[in-house]
């Protein structure tokens, strides 16, 4: 099975740095999507960034980008510039494009951010 | 606007009573996800559907728990009876899933608070 881990539960960025919040997964499948969300206060889930697994080029949004380490089965979301409404919680999921599972959309723990003016 | 709807937003209950939540997913949509998030386990997959057969129901515990889709428009969770260690938000998702999840995006309801006393 499929397993998401987000090994920071709490971040915190001054208000203009960057910040980097990790996520790890495991999978033994080939064709899959990673996708990094965030859930604000009013519990809205939102959709910050996705990456395709066969592509090499990291993808990148405005002042989201990700570092997708297929090999090492890592996917960082770097938020630069951070803004107080950046701070949500931020979840890694990882979504079965092929086998046994797919359709299957899994996430990791969440990790708090925290933005200080 | 479409969205996915969610009823009830809060629900407050004692310890044995029955509890349906229901989902309207987007229409067009062919897949439906329910997760439970709470402190401790993030967010978890209890069960999903495509073209409103299950296909994995692995996160929800079979004794008490049970989700259906009755026709395109409903989905439902049930849990019947309840205990203290449900309370939680419980989340239904929909998207368009044909080869990958398409344009990277599940659609999120506002959750439903479920309080067990």
């Known amino acids: 099975a499929q397993t998401v881990t987000q090994s920071q539960p709490e971040m915190s960025v001054q208000e203009a740095e960057t910040v980097t919040l990790s996520c790890t997964y495991d999978?033994?499948?080939?064709?899959?999507?990673l996708f990094w969300y965030k859930q604000p206060p009013s519990r809205q889930m939102i959709l910050v960034i996705r990456?395709?697994?066969?592509?090499?080029q990291n993808a990148t949004e405005n002042r989201f980008s990700v570092n997708f380490q297929k090999a090492a089965k890592s996917f960082s979301l770097k938020i630069s510039d951070s803004q107080l409404g950046d701070a949500a919680m931020y979840f890694c999921a990882y979504f079965n494009a092929g086998g046994t599972s797919y359709g299957k959309l899994t996430f990791g723990q969440g990790t708090i951010l925290t933005v200080h003016p | 606007d479409a969205r996915v709807t969610q009823t009830p937003r809060h629900k407050v209950t004692e310890m044995g009573q029955e509890v349906t939540m229901r989902c309207q997913p987007i229409l067009g949509h062919n897949t439906v996800f329910w997760y439970r998030q709470t402190m401790m386990q993030g967010l978890e997959l209890l069960a999903y559907f495509r073209n409103r057969a299950p296909l994995d129901d692995s996160g929800m515990p079979k004794d008490r728990f049970s989700a259906e889709m009755p026709d395109a428009t409903l989905a439902t969770l049930k849990i019947q009876p309840s205990e203290p260690r449900d309370s939680a938000v419980y989340f239904c998702?929909?998207?368009?899933?044909?080869?990958?999840?398409?344009?990277?995006?599940?659609?999120f309801g506002e959750g439903s608070r479920l309080t067990v006393l």
């Open positions: 990456q395709e697994a066969y592509k090499q």
């Open positions: 998702a929909s998207g368009l899933v044909w080869g990958s999840l398409k344009h990277g995006e599940l659609f």
């Open positions: 999978t033994s499948e080939s064709d899959y999507y």
